[in-house]
């Protein structure tokens, strides 16, 4: 089946440091992929996405490169804001039309 | 602003009580979706509706029903709530020819504790 594990949190760093959020996925065919962030209180934002091998989504500093070879989709960010404080979920489309979700990482920046 | 409404924001309900959720969306979407986040498991799919007059379970339908009321409104009802109900309900929409571009669109959330 379709599934997507990312790395268990919480994780705290500082402000300034360089934050990566491993996932990794299984899937037939050639899933899309992205990554969702949610803000304390609120709902989940499209964040980024990649739908084919080697793509690198991108937005707000964040980075996250496609590698089919390793099944993988690990976000990045080189410095991160006491803004970039939220919940992180990577998640998948397989060839259907639901979405599949990590089970999320919660990120704490102090200032 | 176009995107996605839910109420009510926040909810308690005793046990065996009933209530619906509201959602609906504005961007002529025919899928919905409901989904429960809880805490370490992340967002499990309840119901979904892939366009308008169907509904197919998710992952975890028991103790729910839905109603694709419109295009637009797409309700999860709770018929006689129990305490591991308890949880953030997001409603969701996304368009099947761009779905893989753009992935959802999620409402703001509904918080329900069930006592």
């Known amino acids: 089946g379709n599934s997507v594990t990312q790395m268990e949190g919480p994780v705290t760093l500082s402000e300034e440091a360089f934050l990566t959020i491993n996932c990794t996925y299984t899937?037939?065919?050639?899933?899309?992929l992205f990554w969702y962030v949610q803000y304390p209180g609120e709902g989940l934002q499209l964040l980024l996405k990649a739908t084919k091998a080697d793509d690198k989504g991108s937005n707000k500093g964040f980075e996250a490169t496609y590698r089919k070879e390793t099944t993988s989709f690990h976000l990045e960010k080189g410095s991160v804001q006491v803004s970039d404080s939220a919940v992180y979920f990577c998640?998948?489309?397989?060839?259907?039309?639901?979405?599949?979700f990590g089970a999320g990482t919660t990120v704490t920046v102090r200032a | 602003n176009a995107g996605v409404t839910q109420t009510p924001k926040f909810q308690v309900l005793k046990t065996g009580q009933s209530m619906t959720l509201q959602c609906a969306q504005d961007m002529n979407h025919n899928s919905m979706y409901w989904y429960r986040q809880d805490p370490g498991m992340g967002l499990r799919l309840i119901y979904y509706s892939a366009s308008e007059g169907t509904t197919d379970k998710g992952e975890v339908p028991n103790g729910y029903n839905v109603s694709r009321l419109n295009k637009r409104e797409f309700s999860l009802r709770l018929e006689s709530a129990a305490p591991s109900q308890t949880s953030v309900y997001f409603c969701a929409s996304s368009e099947a020819d761009i779905l893989a571009y753009y992935g959802y669109t999620f409402g703001s959330g509904t918080r329900l504790t069930v006592v």
């Open positions: 998640a998948l489309i397989p060839n259907d039309y639901k979405l599949s």
């Open positions: 899937a037939t065919g050639y899933p899309s």
